[in-house]
T-cell receptor
Framework: DAGVTQSPTHLIKTRGQQVTLRCSPKSGHDTVSWYQQALGQGPQFIFQYYEEEERQRGNFPDRFSGHQFPNYSSELNVNALLLGDSALYLC??????????FGSGTRLTVV | KQEVTQIPAALSVPEGENLVLNCSFTDSAIYNLQWFRQDPGKGLTSLLLIQSSQREQTSGRLNASLDKSSGRSTLYIAASQPGDSATYLCAKDNDMRFGAGTRLTVKP
């Protein structure tokens, strides 16, 4: 049983560009959350999707947007990339009020 | 602002010691609480989930307890091993906010 799958694993982008990160939740999970983790810090909550709608949002600017598809997979889009957006981006999924399962993350470097 | 505090920030112990990691929340409203470990540059691995009706969970050498009235959780690791070296993080799932974690080093 595959867990949470994220792609790509690594990405290098130039300041000002746009990026799309992808997440396939664990089988049977319907809720997807996205996190940004800077080096040496805990994960920061970006937003959560359930039934294709954004259910909760953390303190991130509108440059960060997302989408959930009918098969529960999700995308995170970041526009107008800044150097400070360089981080490990983590996706987590769960079913209803069960525990979260995390993917291995996408390492984004903005140069 | 809801905050998560994990104490200590870092801990270094010799192999075989029992140890306690602490997690507290400014907002004591808690549904489920989950403990994770994270190896450098990797994703988070779930260790224990304490559901809203429970007070503790055990898995092998790990035991986590939850005191909702005080907004605190404790992770107990028995007979620590070098393979336990990692960063340990807690989060409560009504808002899934994390603390900065406790960086544990277990020396052989």
């Amino acid at each position: 049983d595959a867990g949470v799958t994220q792609s790509p694993t690594h990405l290098i982008k130039t300041r000002g560009q746009q990026v799309t990160l992808r997440c396939s939740p664990k089988s049977g999970h319907d809720t997807v959350s996205w996190y940004q983790q800077a080096l040496g810090q805990g994960p920061q909550f970006i937003f959560q999707y359930y039934e294709e709608e954004e259910r909760q949002r953390g303190n991130f600017p509108d440059r960060f947007s997302g989408h959930q598809f009918p098969n529960y997979s999700s995308e995170l889009n970041v526009n107008a990339l800044l150097l400070g957006d360089s981080a490990l981006y983590l996706c987590a999924s769960r079913w209803q009020w069960g525990g979260y399962t995390f993917g291995s993350g996408t390492r984004l470097t903005v140069v | 602002k809801q905050e998560v505090t994990q104490i200590p920030a870092a801990l270094s112990v010799p192999e075989g010691e029992n140890l306690v990691l602490n997690c507290s929340f400014t907002d004591s409203a808690i549904y489920n609480l989950q403990w994770f470990r994270q190896d450098p540059g990797k994703g988070l691995t779930s260790l224990l989930l304490i559901q809203s009706s429970q007070r503790e969970q055990t898995s092998g050498r790990l035991n986590a307890s939850l005191d909702k009235s005080s907004g605190r959780s404790t992770l107990y690791i028995a007979a620590s091993q070098p393979g336990d070296s990692a960063t340990y993080l807690c989060a409560k799932d009504n808002d899934m906010r994390f603390g900065a974690g406790t960086r544990l080093t277990v020396k052989p």
